[in-house]
């Protein structure tokens, strides 16, 4: 997950947005932490992926989401957003899988609840407080912090793509007024909540707690691969 010292950079240097959002210091957590990063809407969230890709050089026809970011209107996500190289946020299908690694089960590590706690910051253990990244077990793929800790938005709107697993966008268009998809539960959440196939939803300009963050990228094919 994101933490809040990788997001405060991106922050600093957009000061437009500061003045938008008009937020006071510490909102998105302890100030230079490495807590996961809350309060997030979607909208900041494909801001900050822009910013990623802006600071790697990734050329701007190869961003993920429109250089201005509208959130009066809405934006309208590329239609090659798969192939794109830059920063972006997940679809649920990469989401699930990479949560689960391979397992059918409630969790990636099986059907026993018990193990919970071992592996996520949840109602449980938490304290109804956001938790530093990485200071539980991770999954098979080496990926901490997938259940509990922070929410995690998806590129994916609430409607349920038959073809979900082929990754197609049948939402492209960023409503204001609709909603996104957050993925792993948060810090909040009974154990329910806090699985491989739980979905959550929220109008992309929500940015409230738990609300965070988790990135990829599709990477280019080196020449010669």
């Known amino acids: ?19 938008y959002y008009n937020v006071p210091a510490g909102y998105f957590g302890p100030v230079d932490s490495q807590f996961a990063v809350e309060r997030v809407n979607w909208f900041l969230a494909a801001d900050f992926c822009n910013w990623l890709s802006e600071q790697e050089g990734i050329p701007k026809d190869q961003w993920c989401f429109p250089e201005d970011v509208d959130r009066v209107d809405g934006v309208t996500i590329p239609d090659d957003y798969f192939e794109r190289t830059g920063y972006r946020l997940l679809s649920e299908t990469e989401w699930e899988l990479a949560a689960r690694n391979g397992s059918l089960t409630a969790w990636h590590f099986g059907s026993d609840g018990r193990r919970l706690s071992d592996f996520a910051w949840w109602l449980e253990n938490a304290d109804e407080r956001i938790h530093p990244v990485g200071l539980l077990r991770p999954n098979g793929l080496g990926l901490f912090d997938i259940y509990g800790n922070a929410m995690e938005w998806m590129v994916s709107g609430r409607q349920l793509d038959e073809n979900l697993v082929d990754d197609i966008l049948v939402h492209r268009h960023v409503n204001p007024l609709g909603s996104r998809i ?35 990228r599709t990477m280019p094919v080196s020449s010669g691969e």
């Open 1 to 19: 997950e994101v933490t809040v010292t990788q997001f405060l950079e991106f922050w600093k240097q957009r000061p437009k947005l500061r003045e």
């Open 182 to 216: 957050l993925r792993g539960g948060g810090y909040s959440d009974f154990r329910g909540y806090v699985r491989s196939a739980y979905r959550e939803s929220y109008t992309p300009d929500a940015g409230g707690i738990e609300l965070g963050i988790r990135i990829g």
